[in-house]
């Protein structure tokens, strides 16, 4: 009895089993992938930038930008309570912030505006790549 009493006070302080939870750690996840892939190809983009690619001053500046957007994004995510995880990316490890003390509906609300964030981050990045495809398809 003591252990099933104690199981369920983990549970419970977990924040496990809570629909309103679960559904913004499955928001948290994506947004999370989605920022490694923005990451990805701006470092890709970045690198073209530094190896001497031509490309106009305000494209440079678009990529500052977007670099510097992308770091506030990641400062601004934090876990889900009751679903803590590890990344690991570009060889190191990297931990988001313990989620503040909130209810359920406010930590899902915040997760969907990280999500969104994220997503109007990756659409400006294809913005960016396709104007340098093009430039590069078609050169002046």
Known sequence: MKRMVL???LTACS???DPTLEEAAEIHNEASAIGQE???RLSR???LVKAGAVVSESRKKEISALTSDLRQWEDNLFEVPGYEHKHKEDGHHHHH???PDLPADKVLDIQKEIHRTI???RGRLV???L???QRNTHPR
């Open 45 to 47: 983009l970045d690198s």
């Open 15 to 17: 924040g496990a089993g």
């Open 7 to 9: 199981l369920w006070v």
């Open 119 to 121: 997503v109007s981050l």
């Open 131 to 133: 104007f340098e495809d």
């Open 38 to 40: 923005v990451q990805a």
């Open 97 to 99: 912030e313990k989620s």
């Open 127 to 129: 913005e960016l790549e």
